[in-house]
């Protein structure tokens, strides 16, 4: 910090030194005085409204929001006077008067700012003796209720809804006494249900659907696991009783997502109890699925199994896109080791084997990674989106974006056939023909001809006062793809998001734009699961192996076959879409599906497939799982421990919080399977596995400590060529929005819930 | 009718039905001022306004000139000028006298305070219940527009001025300057934090001056008749006339211009031709805001800046409200507090659950429910919100309140003592 942008300054006789800006609260909070707040918070607009933080300053004739005021040299601060403590104690009595205390009953009982801050600021009794106003609880939303009586109005709810989710949804109505907090369209949400104002909101005024009236805080365990559904990696802490989930959220703030979660994070997580979830293996009787013991099942496989290898039958697997890498990666070995075939797939969504490939070919691999973490997009200088929508397929994602659109000035460039919500963060957003975004990479690589473009521009963020509004619409601009291109050239450091538009031949002219630009440019691909880009790393496919190395390298095969004692196939296997049109032909002896439901994307003729063994290891009764001979109930990402590497390639550890009686994890199921296969794969114990993942796995020797630290370490297979029969029409994104993923988001009450009611016409709802 | 004690500057046309049209202004000095400003440097304007130590006729008294200097000049942005005409302080009626009777006073004090800032567009934010106020001004608008004295080169000079009215929806916090700002750029009329105040950071984030219309008025007269002059009208630290609004228990309630520096004890007697129904208890003396004075203090005091605010109160917005002694000051803090509880904005929350809490226990107090306790709570629930507050408006709402409790502590006593309001009974049958 160079000398001229610091200020010293002395907080209750300490001298400090703060970068020039600096907040006076957050000067306070770097020495740990702490100075009691609740409209203030980190990172949205100042608001000067609840008047807790107010401190004294020498020369200052009045108390001081510590909130508002930027430091100053020589600035000579006191937050522990009488007249400071006497204002606080006035100002949380004012707080009390129209509030309830209805404390014992409230959900936010035992977590609550107002109660902490009564607790450590406040008088013992208040002198309040007054009727109060009361107003009947609201429901805004399947997800959102509003108790007037218990909002402090500190505008936390409105602004991380406006500024934070662009979403402005809620508003202030009323005035003075009668002020309340209120959604903007009457008396109904029409917004992404992120819950983000809940989460935020000090006191209980704005609860939960999921959660309201279900226990009280101290009766849970809080364990922090990985989101299972999107592919972007958030921490939810999930509130466990009994071995039941009862809640999701994100308080303690200490995932890569610092504050946020969007719904299917903080509410998806009630799939697990669903009423169709699984309870025992089933096996197929007189042509029905029945109940039947897991010794009996894995038997049954077992045996099925050791008779199509000795008739010369083949095998195919299909692995999934949200379990965890230490399964993936057993699963992989299964198939290669244990039933000898290449045949493995899993359903791609973003297409990282040419895209580690296009890196390998350039210099792009100098001092730092080319891939970039989530958390780079909040201070990126420039990013460039092509394809996909974050907004609804990677929330995390576009928080981040917003974020450094908002407070970093980073520049947003968009290209895409649709004008996505994301135009309103554009430095510049290019619109084009459907499908064509791969031409126009091409042209902005300086690699083929013009392609039209409908362009806008939208201006930088507003600095930060009150009261913020919906940043302006984008104004159209003339220039087309040529001024695109032009004002992209001028940037350094991009960070590169893209899409499944792109892919094959695609993501090499991306990287060759990439190449083209200043500084370091940095790549993230969006995959759709919580574990999409895992699987790819762990060796899910017919032509790699872990790590994305050639199962026809010798020298690679080779170490494998090291490791585990055993030949493995070098012949390139089928993929998915091979092994479907396979089973059509009934030349698929087997196939064993974990976690997945690739009949939905390939479906065969059920008569075809009734001609081989088909088995499935999932938590519902999929379209694939209703066809198979065998099914194994596995557990959900939130029952086990292990790791998951998101879109952006960083590896998190997830620790288990629930349990599900009838289920196994698919780690010990394969375990059992490879058992009594003949192949002893060791203890079932993920930790095992992920140090064999460490030591084995291109890109994967992170710290493991850093893991254990609840941080992300970004993983990069990198190195060398990926000769990888590129399959782009593989690569198919489900689309999930926020309110579906998949096989798990059908099965969620809460996100269902949503859906339904969005049906309705506004007011109609509830 | 003037009264003979009444030196006229700002009220000078109010006798005149002509000088709301542009014929009648121009007849009786009407834009003289415009065209010798037109002639002089913007910091000559300025430095004018500086001798004349006018001071801000809204309120808070801030030297209107000072706070023009305070434009920097230099900015790329536009600057602005805004009138504010949201004239809503109980006890207060003057600038509608102004825009009602010599609204080109105004235009032409703005045209010429646009011309010292180097603002080229100005906004007359009117409050919402002076409807029909909005049809005279956008009239002498229209007119004066016609004529070139407002508009694009004004009177054939490379000056520009256009000027627009905006009404209020009826919130008095939207005559705070920064709440009217929100209020007039389309957004809830809810004050800003401050720093940055308007001169740098104003409406749109451009650099504006904002100012009332009494002191917008006065301007004109300043210019053609020089700052000396109007300086020498009043005292030294403020100059000239002003605008008081004398209203309550008096038997000639009106709007008088008088040198500041006049004494009460005149104004109530000469003037305002005594107490009405009783002996003086009480003055208001510069609107609701403004700490009360007891009868000893209002009759000692003269009226301006200084002298008030050695009394710890102020001279305000020139609302002088005289309270005769059959008034139960209980009664009166509570109709004042009721008034501020609700006017408060609502966004920040001492003035919010304060003045409410304060409502709330005075009515109870004032029925007959108080408790000896009550006294020391509201006294200390107002020194609570007194300087906490994110706008002035919470000081508002508790300096009467504070003064009340202190000056006439005995007549809560008696209220506990002879419930309910003791007064009430023993004046009615009086
Ligand atoms: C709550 C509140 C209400 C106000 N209302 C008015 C008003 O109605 N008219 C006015 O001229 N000033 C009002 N003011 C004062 C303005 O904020 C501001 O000081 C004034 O317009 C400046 O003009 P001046 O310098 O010419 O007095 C109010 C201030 C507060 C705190
Ligand atoms: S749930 Fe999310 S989008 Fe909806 S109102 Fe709350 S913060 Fe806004
Ligand atoms: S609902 Fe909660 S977050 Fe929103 S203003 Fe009220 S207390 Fe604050
Ligand atoms: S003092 Fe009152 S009027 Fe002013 S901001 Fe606070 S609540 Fe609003
Ligand atoms: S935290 Fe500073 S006013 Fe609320």
């Given at each position: 910090?160079?000398?001229?942008?610091?200020?010293?300054?002395?907080i209750d006789?300490?001298?400090?030194?703060?970068?020039?800006?600096?907040l006076l609260i957050e000067a306070c909070r770097a020495v740990n005085i702490e100075v009691p707040c609740f409209c203030y918070y980190p990172?949205l607009?100042v608001q000067a409204a609840c008047r807790m933080c107010l401190v004294e300053?020498?020369?200052?004739?009045?108390l001081q929001t510590a909130c508002t005021v930027?430091?100053?040299?020589?600035?000579?601060v006191r937050t522990d006077t009488p007249t400071v403590h006497k204002a606080r104690k006035t100002t949380n009595e004012f707080l009390l008067t129209n509030h309830p205390l209805d404390c014992p009953v409230c959900d936010k009982g035992g977590e609550c700012e107002l109660q902490d801050m009564t607790l450590t600021y406040g008088t013992g009794t208040g002198r309040f003796?007054?009727?109060k106003?009361?107003?009947?609880?609201?429901?805004?939303?399947?997800?959102?209720?509003y108790d007037r009586p218990r909002c402090i109005l500190c505008y936390r709810c409105v602004r991380v809804?406006?500024?934070?989710?662009?979403?402005?949804?809620?508003?202030?109505?009323?005035?003075?006494i009668?002020s309340?907090i209120?959604?903007?369209?009457?008396?109904?949400?029409?917004?992404?249900?992120?819950?983000?104002c809940i989460d935020i909101c000090p006191v209980g005024a704005l609860t939960?659907?999921?959660?309201?009236?279900?226990?009280r805080p101290w009766?849970?365990?809080?364990?922090?696991?990985?989101?299972?559904?999107?592919?972007?990696?958030?921490?939810?802490?999930?509130?466990?009783?009994?071995?039941?989930?009862?809640?999701?959220d994100?308080r303690d703030a200490?995932?890569?997502?610092?504050e946020?979660?969007?719904?299917?994070?903080?509410?998806?997580?009630?799939?697990?109890?669903?009423?169709?979830?699984?309870?025992?293996?089933?096996?197929?009787?007189?042509?029905?699925?029945?109940?039947?013991?897991?010794?009996?099942?894995?038997?049954?496989?077992?045996?099925?199994?050791?008779?199509?290898?000795?008739?010369?039958?083949?095998?195919?697997?299909?692995?999934?896109?949200?379990?965890?890498?230490?399964?993936?990666?057993?699963?992989?070995?299964?198939?290669?080791?244990?039933?000898?075939?290449?045949?493995?797939?899993?359903?791609?969504?973003?297409?990282?084997?040419?895209?580690?490939?296009?890196?390998?070919?350039?210099?792009?691999?100098?001092?730092?990674?080319?891939?970039?973490?989530?958390?780079?997009?909040?201070?990126?200088?420039?990013?460039?989106?092509?394809?996909?929508?974050?907004?609804?397929?990677?929330?995390?994602?576009?928080?981040?974006?917003?974020?450094?659109?908002?407070?970093?000035?980073?520049?947003?460039?968009?290209?895409?056939?649709?004008?996505?919500?994301?135009?309103?963060?554009?430095?510049?957003?290019?619109?084009?023909?459907?499908?064509?975004?791969?031409?126009?990479?091409?042209?902005?690589?300086?690699?083929?001809?013009?392609?039209?473009?409908?362009?806008?521009?939208?201006?930088?963020?507003?600095?930060?006062?009150?009261?913020?509004?919906?940043?302006?619409?984008?104004?159209?601009?003339?220039?087309?793809?040529?001024?695109?291109?032009?004002?992209?050239?001028?940037?350094?450091?991009?960070?590169?998001?893209?899409?499944?538009?792109?892919?094959?031949?695609?993501?090499?002219?991306?990287?060759?734009?990439?190449?083209?630009?200043?500084?370091?440019?940095?790549?993230?691909?969006?995959?759709?699961?919580?574990?999409?880009?895992?699987?790819?790393?762990?060796?899910?496919?017919?032509?790699?192996?872990?790590?994305?190395?050639?199962?026809?390298?010798?020298?690679?095969?080779?170490?494998?076959?090291?490791?585990?004692?055993?030949?493995?196939?070098?012949?390139?296997?089928?993929?998915?879409?091979?092994?479907?049109?396979?089973?059509?032909?009934?030349?698929?002896?087997?196939?064993?599906?974990?976690?997945?439901?690739?009949?939905?994307?390939?479906?065969?003729?059920?008569?075809?497939?009734?001609?081989?063994?088909?088995?499935?290891?999932?938590?519902?009764?999929?379209?694939?799982?209703?066809?198979?001979?065998?099914?194994?109930?596995?557990?959900?990402?939130?029952?086990?421990?292990?790791?998951?590497?998101?879109?952006?390639?960083?590896?998190?550890?997830?620790?288990?919080?629930?349990?599900?009686?009838?289920?196994?994890?698919?780690?010990?199921?394969?375990?059992?399977?490879?058992?009594?296969?003949?192949?002893?794969?060791?203890?079932?114990?993920?930790?095992?596995?992920?140090?064999?993942?460490?030591?084995?796995?291109?890109?994967?020797?992170?710290?493991?400590?850093?893991?254990?630290?609840?941080?992300?370490?970004?993983?990069?297979?990198?190195?060398?060529?990926?000769?990888?029969?590129?399959?782009?029409?593989?690569?198919?994104?489900?689309?999930?929005?926020?309110?579906?993923?998949?096989?798990?988001?059908?099965?969620?009450?809460?996100?269902?819930?949503?859906?339904?009611?969005?049906?309705?016409?506004?007011?109609?709802?509830? | 009718?003037?009264?003979?004690?009444?030196?006229?500057?700002?009220?000078?046309?109010?006798?005149?039905?002509?000088?709301?049209?542009?014929?009648?202004?121009?007849?009786?000095?009407?834009?003289?001022?415009?065209?010798?400003?037109?002639?002089?440097?913007?910091?000559?304007?300025?430095?004018?306004?500086?001798?004349?130590?006018?001071?801000?006729?809204?309120?808070?008294?801030?030297?209107?000139?000072?706070?023009?200097?305070?434009?920097?000049?230099?900015?790329?942005?536009?600057?602005?000028?805004?009138?504010?005409?949201?004239?809503?302080?109980?006890?207060?009626?003057?600038?509608?006298?102004?825009?009602?009777?010599?609204?080109?006073?105004?235009?032409?004090?703005?045209?010429?305070?646009?011309?010292?800032?180097?603002?080229?567009?100005?906004?007359?934010?009117?409050?919402?219940?002076?409807?029909?106020?909005?049809?005279?001004?956008?009239?002498?608008?229209?007119?004066?527009?016609?004529?070139?004295?407002?508009?694009?080169?004004?009177?054939?000079?490379?000056?520009?001025?256009?000027?627009?009215?905006?009404?209020?929806?009826?919130?008095?916090?939207?005559?705070?300057?920064?709440?009217?700002?929100?209020?007039?750029?389309?957004?809830?009329?809810?004050?800003?934090?401050?720093?940055?105040?308007?001169?740098?950071?104003?409406?749109?984030?451009?650099?504006?001056?904002?100012?009332?219309?009494?002191?917008?008025?006065?301007?004109?007269?300043?210019?053609?008749?020089?700052?000396?002059?109007?300086?020498?009208?009043?005292?030294?630290?403020?100059?000239?006339?002003?605008?008081?609004?004398?209203?309550?228990?008096?038997?000639?309630?009106?709007?008088?211009?008088?040198?500041?520096?006049?004494?009460?004890?005149?104004?109530?007697?000469?003037?305002?031709?005594?107490?009405?129904?009783?002996?003086?208890?009480?003055?208001?003396?510069?609107?609701?805001?403004?700490?009360?004075?007891?009868?000893?203090?209002?009759?000692?005091?003269?009226?301006?800046?200084?002298?008030?605010?050695?009394?710890?109160?102020?001279?305000?917005?020139?609302?002088?409200?005289?309270?005769?002694?059959?008034?139960?000051?209980?009664?009166?803090?509570?109709?004042?507090?009721?008034?501020?509880?609700?006017?408060?904005?609502g966004w920040c929350v001492p003035c919010r659950e304060g003045?409410n809490w304060?409502?709330?226990?005075?009515?109870?107090?004032?029925?007959?429910?108080?408790?000896?306790?009550?006294?020391?709570v509201?006294?200390d629930v107002?020194q609570s919100i007194?300087g906490r507050t994110l706008?002035?408006?919470g000081?508002?709402?508790?300096?009467?309140?504070?003064?009340?409790?202190?000056?006439?502590?005995?007549?809560?006593?008696?209220?506990?003592?002879?419930?309910?309001?003791?007064?009430?009974?023993?004046?009615?049958?009086?």
């Open positions: 910090m160079p000398e001229n942008n610091s200020v010293h300054l002395t006789g300490r001298a400090i030194t703060v970068p020039a800006g600096t990172n607009s300053i020498e020369k200052m004739p009045k930027p430091v100053a040299e020589g600035m000579v003796d007054e009727p106003r009361h107003r009947d609880e609201q429901q805004w939303s399947p997800v959102v209720f809804c406006g500024e934070g989710m662009d979403v402005w949804a809620l508003g202030v109505g009323n005035r003075a009668l309340t209120l959604p903007n369209a009457g008396d109904h949400l029409e917004c992404e249900e992120c819950g983000m939960s659907g999921a959660y309201r009236y279900k226990t009766e849970m365990k809080h364990v922090g696991a990985i989101c299972t559904f999107c592919g972007d990696g958030c921490r939810t802490t999930l509130g466990v009783r009994n071995d039941r989930i009862i809640r999701g994100n200490s995932g890569i997502n610092g946020f979660l969007c719904i299917k994070g903080r509410y998806g997580f009630d799939f697990t109890q669903h009423a169709e979830r699984l309870k025992t293996p089933l096996a197929r009787i007189d042509g029905e699925l029945k109940p039947v013991s897991w010794a009996q099942a894995l038997e049954t496989v077992a045996r099925r199994w050791r008779a199509i290898q000795q008739q010369g039958g083949r095998f195919g697997v299909i692995g999934s896109t949200r379990a965890l890498n230490e399964e993936s990666y057993q699963l992989q070995r299964l198939a290669r080791q244990v039933l000898g075939t290449n045949n493995i797939d899993h359903h791609r969504s973003a297409d990282l084997p040419t895209l580690y490939d296009a890196l390998a070919g350039t210099s792009a691999t100098g001092s730092a990674p080319p891939l970039a973490a989530a958390a780079s997009l909040k201070t990126a200088s420039a990013v460039l989106l092509v394809g996909g929508d974050p907004t609804y397929e990677h929330p995390l994602l576009a928080w981040n974006v917003r974020w450094g659109y908002r407070l970093s000035g980073t520049r947003l460039y968009v290209l895409h056939h649709r004008e996505i919500k994301l135009r309103r963060q554009a430095h510049r957003m290019a619109v084009v023909a459907e499908g064509a975004e791969g031409a126009a990479v091409r042209y902005l690589a300086g690699q083929g001809g013009a392609v039209a473009a409908r362009l806008s521009a939208v201006g930088p963020a507003e600095e930060k006062r009150y009261p913020q509004l919906p940043p302006p619409d984008p104004q159209p601009i003339s220039g087309g793809l040529e001024e695109f291109k032009a004002e992209l050239e001028k940037e350094s450091n991009v960070v590169i998001i893209f899409g499944s538009e792109l892919r094959g031949d695609d993501i090499r002219a991306l990287v060759a734009l990439g190449g083209r630009l200043a500084g370091q440019t940095r790549y993230i691909g969006l995959a759709d699961h919580s574990n999409s880009h895992g699987a790819a790393d762990m060796g899910l496919y017919p032509d790699l192996l872990p790590g994305y190395e050639s199962v026809s390298d010798a020298a690679a095969r080779g170490r494998f076959e090291a490791l585990w004692g055993a030949r493995l196939p070098a012949e390139a296997g089928l993929n998915q879409r091979e092994m479907a049109e396979a089973l059509d032909r009934g030349e698929l002896a087997a196939l064993y599906v974990v976690g997945a439901n690739p009949l939905r994307l390939d479906p065969v003729n059920p008569a075809n497939l009734r001609r081989s063994f088909l088995v499935v290891q999932d938590l519902f009764l999929t379209e694939t799982a209703k066809e198979a001979d065998i099914v194994l109930p596995a557990l959900a990402a939130y029952e086990k421990t292990g790791t998951l590497t998101n879109t952006c390639g960083e590896v998190q550890a997830t620790r288990r919080a629930a349990a599900w009686p009838g289920g196994k994890s698919d780690l010990e199921i394969i375990h059992a399977l490879a058992r009594l296969m003949g192949v002893d794969f060791g203890r079932p114990d993920p930790d095992r596995v992920f140090a064999e993942i460490r030591a084995h796995v291109k890109g994967y020797n992170v710290s493991v400590v850093q893991l254990a630290a609840g941080r992300s370490a970004l993983a990069v297979p990198l190195n060398g060529a990926v000769p990888h029969r590129s399959a782009p029409h593989l690569i198919r994104s489900n689309h999930d929005t926020l309110f579906s993923d998949g096989t798990l988001g059908r099965y969620s009450h809460a996100i269902n819930e949503v859906m339904e009611k969005r049906l309705l016409l506004p007011g109609q709802a509830r | 009718m003037a009264h003979p004690l009444e030196i006229r500057v700002v009220s000078k046309r109010f006798d005149d039905p002509s000088a709301a049209t542009l014929k009648g202004y121009l007849a009786s000095d009407g834009y003289k001022a415009l065209e010798k400003a037109l002639k002089m440097k913007p910091e000559a304007i300025i430095e004018e306004v500086k001798t004349s130590a006018l001071r801000g006729r809204g309120g808070a008294g801030f030297p209107t000139g000072l706070k023009w200097s305070f434009i920097p000049r230099q900015s790329p942005k536009p600057k602005y000028v805004v009138c504010n005409a949201d004239e809503s302080e109980p006890g207060t009626c003057k600038d509608r006298l102004i825009m009602q009777f010599d609204p080109f006073s105004l235009l032409e004090g703005m045209a010429i305070a646009g011309i010292a800032i180097g603002a080229e567009r100005g906004f007359i934010y009117v409050r919402g219940e002076y409807r029909y106020l909005i049809d005279i001004l956008d009239r002498a608008i229209a007119e004066a527009y016609d004529a070139g004295y407002l508009g694009k080169k004004l009177r054939g000079t490379n000056f520009h001025f256009d000027l627009m009215t905006h009404t209020g929806a009826g919130a008095y916090e939207c005559g705070e300057e920064s709440a009217l700002l929100e209020s007039l750029e389309g957004k809830r009329g809810i004050p800003r934090i401050k720093p940055p105040f308007p001169a740098t950071s104003g409406l749109y984030g451009c650099p504006t001056v904002i100012n009332n219309v009494e002191t917008l008025a006065s301007v004109p007269h300043i210019i053609l008749n020089g700052g000396e002059w109007f300086l020498k009208l009043g005292l030294p630290k403020a100059g000239g006339v002003k605008l008081t609004c004398l209203s309550g228990h008096v038997h000639n309630p009106g709007v008088y211009e008088l040198p500041l520096g006049f004494p009460m004890r005149r104004l109530i007697e000469e003037i305002g031709g005594g107490v009405q129904g009783g002996a003086l208890k009480a003055v208001v003396p510069g609107g609701s805001s403004t700490p009360l004075l007891n009868a000893e203090e209002a009759l000692g005091v003269n009226l301006d800046f200084d002298s008030v605010a050695k009394l710890g109160s102020f001279l305000g917005s020139g609302g002088v409200v005289v309270v005769n002694d059959r008034t139960c000051m209980v009664k009166f803090a509570k109709r004042i507090i009721h008034f501020y509880r609700h006017e408060s904005c003045t304060l409502e709330l226990t005075l009515t109870r107090f004032h029925l007959g429910g108080g408790r000896s306790e009550d006294i020391d509201m006294f107002a007194l706008c002035a408006l000081d508002a709402a508790a300096m009467p309140t504070i003064s009340i409790i202190q000056k006439w502590r005995q007549e809560f006593e008696d209220h506990l003592a002879g419930r309910p309001c003791p007064y009430e009974r023993e004046f009615a049958h009086a």
